[in-house]
Structures are given as C-alpha cells and as structure tokens.
C-alpha cells in the first residue's frame, strides 16, 4: 500500500567507481521494495554515513550492487508488506544491510528484521545519528563480552576501557556502560575530555601524553573489558590494561593483530565482529533514549548537497559523534 505520489526521480549519492572515494550527487529512480522479502518503501529525512564505509567496495564484494552511501537513515514508511507491524506513516529507523544500495537518497529500502520505531523525543538528524553506533555499541556489550544481559548485576564494578571514547560508538559505549554500574575509562583527545567525563567515564585518558604501557602496568589501572573502536596503536596500547581473564572485543581490527610482542597474558578472550543490522537491539536502545537515559551525539548537519563537506568532516578523524545529511535541506522544488 502506498500512500503518496512518488516523484519520477530521486536525489542520490553515488560512488561510482569501488576503487575510488569519490563520491557525487545523480538523480535514480525509486527503488522498488519486494514485500516477500520484507522490504518496506521509506522517505528519508536524514541519513549517516560511517567513517570509512568509502573504503568498504574494495574489501566487501557486491557484485552488481550500485553503491549508493549511507546505511543509516531515519523516515516514514511509504509502503509496507500487508504483515509488517511498520505501517505507512510510521516514524522509523533503521541501519539497513551494506549488501544493499544504501540510504543517502530520498527513498530507500529497508526491511522489517531491520526497522525500529524512533524514539519520540529525537529530532530526525539525531534519529540518523543512532543505529549503527548504538547497535554496534548494544552488541559488542551484550553479545560479545559475555560478561552480562542488560541490567545485570554481573556488570557492577567491573572496569571496562572504551576507546575512542569521544567517537559515535565510544559514546554509546561510555553512557551505557554508566548505566550497567560499570567503572568506565575512556581515552581521547584532550579538547574531549570533559564531554567523555559527562556521558559517565570515571577516568579520562589523553591518548596523546599518557604512557598506556606503564599506566596499564599498574594493577589499580587493570581492567576486565576493553572495548577498542579505532584499530592500530590505541588498540595495541590497550592490551597493557588488560587484566588476566579478561576480555578485549575490536570492532576496526581484529586485537589478536595488535597484541604487545612480549606481553602474555593467561586465559584472555579475544572478540572481534562486525555489527549485524538489527531492528530488535535498535528498540532496546529506543527504550533508554525514551527514558532519556542514553542520547545520540550529533557533531555537524549538513544537506545532501553539502556532501563533500560531510565526508571531510567524517574522513578528518575530529568529529565528535556522527555527521548526518539531512535531506530536508536545500531540497529542490
């Protein structure tokens, strides 16, 4: 069932070349949505890119896929398959598959294992900004650190290290983090300090004067979990804190990559995974920003004709929270 009138075409962001970052501004037709798939017809209002999606093409192959960018978007249901509990009118969110064009285009596609209800008291653009880092942030906690359910006493005292802590999913990571009763130690720049101690860290480390081998050599400093959300050498300075026992999940690089020469630690458990898309960890998260618990970080706005400006603004590694494109900008009448 569809409830209004589709324009003949649509704004989109392309990359049209794998092998290349570039990124431009065409016109495409509507997408048509399979309804046996589960795929509902959504008008954007805003869309979030994820810092270093540009790069995805020449690790993941889609063949025949057209790579439109942006997997998180946030907008109305147009039209739905008759059994979807998302009904044309809903208000809804979602991180859709990368196996899949994306959502940086003025209707997109999405399907009903991937959807949420957004929560009531965000804007659209903060809608946008929830999904990937909020369900990666859902999932590296409570599928991956097996250390305990949501509300779980399991999780009380316990110290867990976020780094990146300033970034979409360190964020999230830190406020539900609090939430759980869990001592949380962030890292990041010095100009984020104080914003990481407001989401609820205990402890800030500035990752450019800390000495993390020495500081993590230190048992008080010790911690069960780390959770690294950059790769490289935050990564590798996070194995010092490490407790015996104790649990590291990446999320950019797998930490059994990076792990100290000479450092040996018994019995660690080394996760890394790539989020999945789920509509049922994005209701959960709906719950709390309900509650006003939890709330996304949104560092700049900027129209889908801005986009240039948006993807230097992600690539820079300076932003705090997620860029989002808001599609009801400068929209040509």
Same mark, same amino acid.
């Given at each position: 069932?569809?409830?209004?009138?589709?324009?003949?075409?649509?704004?989109?962001?392309?990359?049209?070349?794998?092998?290349?970052?570039?990124?431009?501004?065409?016109?495409?037709?509507?997408?048509?949505?399979?309804?046996?798939?589960?795929?509902?017809?959504?008008?954007?209002?805003?869309?979030?890119?994820?810092?270093?999606?540009?790069?995805?093409?020449?690790?993941?192959?889609?063949?025949?896929?057209?790579?439109?960018?942006?997997?998180?978007?946030?907008?109305?249901?147009?039209?739905?398959?008759?059994?979807?509990?998302?009904?044309?009118?809903?208000?809804?969110?979602?991180?859709?598959?990368?196996?899949?064009?994306?959502?940086?285009?003025?209707?997109?596609?999405?399907?009903?294992?991937?959807?949420?209800?957004?929560?009531?008291?965000?804007?659209?653009?903060?809608?946008?900004?929830?999904?990937? =880092?909020?369900?990666?942030?859902?999932?590296? *906690?409570?599928?991956?650190?097996?250390? @305990?359910?949501?509300?779980? %006493? +399991? &999780?009380?005292?316990?110290?867990?290290?976020?780094?990146?802590?300033?970034?979409?999913?360190?964020?999230?990571?830190?406020?539900?983090?609090?939430?759980?009763?869990?001592?949380?130690?962030?890292?990041?720049?010095?100009?984020?300090?104080?914003?990481?101690?407001?989401?609820?860290?205990?402890?800030?480390?500035?990752?450019?004067?800390?000495?993390?081998?020495?500081?993590? =050599?230190?048992?008080?400093?010790?911690?069960? *979990?780390?959770?690294?959300?950059?790769? @490289?050498?935050?990564?590798? %300075? +996070? &194995?010092?804190?490490?407790?015996?026992?104790?649990?590291?999940?990446?999320?950019?690089?797998?930490?059994?990559?990076?792990?100290?020469?000479?450092?040996?630690?018994?019995?660690?458990?080394?996760?890394?995974?790539?989020?999945?898309?789920?509509?049922?960890?994005?209701?959960?998260?709906?719950?709390?920003?309900?509650?006003?618990?939890?709330?996304?970080?949104?560092?700049?706005?900027?129209?889908?004709?801005?986009?240039?400006?948006?993807?230097?603004?992600?690539?820079?590694?300076?932003?705090?929270?997620?860029?989002?494109?808001?599609?009801?900008?400068?929209?040509?009448?």
């Amino acid at each position: 069932m569809t409830t209004e009138p589709l324009p003949a075409t649509i704004r989109a962001l392309l990359q049209a070349d794998p092998n290349s970052m570039e990124v431009t501004l065409v016109h495409r037709e509507v997408p048509t949505p399979n309804p046996s798939k589960g795929e509902h017809l959504i008008r954007v209002h805003a869309a979030s890119p994820c810092a270093g999606e540009l790069s995805w093409p020449t690790m993941v192959s889609t063949p025949g896929k057209e790579i439109i960018t942006c997997d998180d978007m946030a907008g109305i249901v147009v039209s739905s398959p008759p059994d979807s509990p998302f009904k044309p009118g809903d208000e809804v969110y979602a991180r859709t598959s990368y196996l899949r064009p994306g959502c940086a285009r003025d209707y997109t596609l999405a399907t009903t294992k991937e959807l949420a209800h957004r929560a009531k008291n965000l804007s659209w653009t903060e809608s946008a900004a929830t999904p990937l =880092s909020a369900i990666t942030a859902w999932q590296a *906690l409570f599928t991956h650190a097996g250390i @305990g359910e949501f509300g779980s %006493d +399991a &999780w009380k005292g316990k110290r867990v290290l976020v780094t990146a802590a300033s970034g979409g999913v360190g964020a999230w990571l830190v406020q539900i983090g609090h939430l759980l009763g869990a001592e949380i130690v962030g890292t990041c720049g010095p100009k984020n300090i104080d914003f990481v101690k407001s989401l609820g860290a205990s402890e800030v480390l500035n990752y450019r004067t800390t000495d993390f081998k020495a500081w993590g =050599s230190k048992e008080q400093n010790k911690v069960d *979990l780390v959770i690294d959300c950059i790769g @490289g050498k935050s990564l590798e %300075d +996070a &194995w010092w804190s490490l407790k015996e026992n104790g649990v590291i999940v990446g999320i950019v690089q797998p930490p059994d990559q990076k792990q100290p020469t000479g450092l040996e630690l018994p019995n660690v458990t080394v996760k890394f995974f790539i989020m999945s898309p789920s509509g049922k960890d994005l209701s959960e998260v709906t719950k709390l920003v309900e509650q006003r618990k939890c709330w996304p970080v949104v560092d700049s706005v900027w129209s889908l004709e801005q986009f240039e400006h948006g993807y230097a603004r992600l690539e820079s590694g300076h932003a705090r929270g997620k860029v989002v494109f808001d599609l009801t900008l400068n929209v040509p009448k």
